[in-house]
Each structure stands twice: as C-alpha cells, then as structure tokens.
Nanobody, 124 residues
C-alpha cells in the first residue's frame, strides 16, 4: 500500500523558514517522482516543486524559485521541501504526491498518490 506522510508544517512569521518532510512507503522509491503541491482556501491546488527520485532532477514553479528547495534522502525514502523567505501568500495546505515515472513535472492530474497534507500559515 502506497503511503505518503507529511510533517513539518506550522505557523511562521513572514520572512521565516520551514522544512516539510514527506515519508514514502509501499513503492519502489527510485521508480517515482515526488511532488509538493499546495492549496489555499478557495483556490485550486497548484504545484510548488518536484523531484525525480531516480536521478535527483528537480523542477520548481516560478512562484517559489529561489525560495524553496526540494531534496530527497533515498536511504530514508523521504523528500524534503525547505521553504525560506516565506510570504503570507505561501499560506496553504501542503501535500506531497507520487507519480510513476521519473520525469519531474507539476501537473496535478499526473499524480496518483497523495498524502493527507500539512498546514503552513505565514503571518504578516
């Protein structure tokens, strides 16, 4: 059974940092790409960043480039999202998701497996 468990969300002031973790199990880590998505109240779910577990190649949305960094630890089957210089508009529920295939991309419909989400709130 595929499981994705996020952790690390919380409340932070604007300009602060948080690191989210996504612990994956139930599938061969190297055969999947892992993405981080977010959904703010009243808005559609959007992609933030993703990584190919196979070769470590990454892709980031323009809205987070230069501020968010995605990485993975194959030994722990865990993907991280380091978020720096946080802004109030980054406030959302953050989800990690997995898709078969190693090409990193941020199309929501390509991801079959989703975690339960973790809340990130950035105060101004």
């Amino acid at each position: 059974e595929v499981q994705l468990v996020e952790s690390g969300g919380g409340l932070v002031q604007a300009g602060g940092s948080l690191r989210l973790s996504c612990a994956a199990s139930g599938f061969t880590f190297d055969d999947y790409a892992i993405g981080w998505f977010r959904q703010a109240p009243g808005k559609e779910r959007e992609g933030a960043s993703c990584i190919s577990s196979s070769d470590g190649s990454t892709y980031c949305a323009d809205s987070v480039k230069g501020r968010f960094t995605i990485s993975s630890d194959k030994a722990k089957n865990t993907v991280y999202l380091q978020m720096n210089s946080l802004k109030p508009e980054d406030t959302a529920v953050y989800y990690c998701a997995a898709k078969e295939g190693v090409r990193p991309e941020l199309a929501v419909e390509e991801y079959a497996y989703w975690g339960q989400g973790t809340q990130v709130t950035v105060s101004s």
